[in-house]
T-cell receptor, first 117, second 118 residues
Framework: DTGVSQDPRHKITKRGQNVTFRCDPI?????LYWYRQTLGQGPEFLTY????????KSRLLSDRFSAERPKGSFSTLEIQRTEQGDSAMYLC???????????????FGQGTRLTVV | AQKITQTQPGMFVQEKEAVTLDCTYD???????LFWYKQPSSGEMIFLIY??????QNATEGRYSLNFQKARKSANLVISASQLGDSAMYFC???????????????FGKGTRLHILP
C-alpha cells in the first residue's frame, strides 16, 4: 500500500445524475477526510471519519451529498441530482491518529475531478 | 472568521534564492498541528512539513523549514535554495484539538502561488 487511492480520477456527468466516488486510505490510517477544491481555492472540508464513525459534516455538505465508510476501511462519497456548481476536485485524505501531540500528517489522494455538464 | 490566512496570493522568486511563504492562524486550542502542502499543476496535494504546537524546535525537512512563532500565531514556510520544480501552489493548514474525541478537521488557507524564475 503506497498511498491514498481515489477512483475515478475524472468523471463527467449530466446535470441531475447521481455520481459516486471511492477512496481507499492508507491501510493503517484510522481517519479519513473528504474535501472539495474549486479552481484557485484551497480545499474545503466536507466531512471526516474515525474508523466507521462519521464525526463531522460541513454545512457545505447539502442533503444531496452523503458519505460512508462502512467497515472503517474505504469510503464512498455520493452526490445525488448533480448540479453544475458541484463541478470541482474531490480530494480524500487519511491519517493515523494516535493521541495528543503525536505527529499526524494527513496524506492525500490524487483526487476525482467532477465536471457536471 | 478565517482560521488560516495566507496573505500572498502570488510570489515570483529567482531560482536558487530562499523564499518565505507567510501563514498566520487563529485558534484558542492549546494543542494543534500545522501543515504545509504543495500542489503542482498536476493537482496532487503533497505533504511537505508538520509542526506540532508543543514542539519546541522548528520543524525541518530537507530544504523546507517551518518558522513557528507561537505567540504571534505564525507558521511561515521557508524554502532554501529554490528550484524550478518548486513552482506550485502552497497551502498552509491547521488541525485543532488533538484530543481523541474532539473535532479534528484540517482547515486550509487559500494558498500562495509560487513562481520560480530561471
Amino acid at each position: 500500500d503506497t498511498g491514498v487511492s481515489q477512483d475515478p480520477r475524472h468523471k463527467i456527468t449530466k446535470r441531475g445524475q447521481n455520481v459516486t466516488f471511492r477512496c481507499d486510505p492508507i491501510s493503517e490510517h484510522n481517519r479519513l477526510y473528504w474535501y472539495r477544491q474549486t479552481l484557485g481555492q484551497g480545499p474545503e472540508f466536507l466531512t471526516y471519519f474515525q474508523n466507521e464513525a462519521q464525526l463531522e459534516k460541513s454545512r457545505l455538505l447539502s442533503d444531496r451529498f452523503s458519505a460512508e465508510r462502512p467497515k472503517g476501511s474505504f469510503s464512498t462519497l455520493e452526490i445525488q441530482r448533480t448540479e453544475q456548481g458541484d463541478s470541482a476536485m474531490y480530494l480524500c485524505a487519511s491519517s493515523r491518529f494516535q493521541g495528543l501531540g503525536i505527529r499526524g500528517e494527513a496524506f492525500f489522494g490524487q483526487g476525482t475531478r467532477l465536471t457536471v455538464v | 472568521a478565517q482560521k488560516i490566512t495566507q496573505t500572498q496570493p502570488g510570489m515570483f522568486v529567482q531560482e536558487k534564492e530562499a523564499v518565505t511563504l507567510d501563514c498566520t492562524y487563529d485558534t484558542s486550542d492549546q494543542s494543534y498541528g500545522l501543515f504545509w502542502y504543495k500542489q503542482p499543476s498536476s493537482g496532487e496535494m503533497i505533504f511537505l512539513i508538520y509542526q506540532g504546537s508543543y514542539d519546541e524546535q522548528n520543524a525541518t525537512e530537507g530544504r523546507y523549514s517551518l518558522n513557528f512563532q507561537k505567540a504571534r500565531k505564525s507558521a511561515n514556510l521557508v524554502i532554501s535554495a529554490s528550484q524550478l520544480g518548486d513552482s506550485a501552489m502552497y497551502f498552509c493548514a491547521m488541525r485543532e484539538g488533538l484530543g481523541e474525541n474532539r473535532d479534528d478537521k484540517i482547515i486550509f488557507g487559500k494558498g500562495t502561488r509560487l513562481h520560480i524564475l530561471p
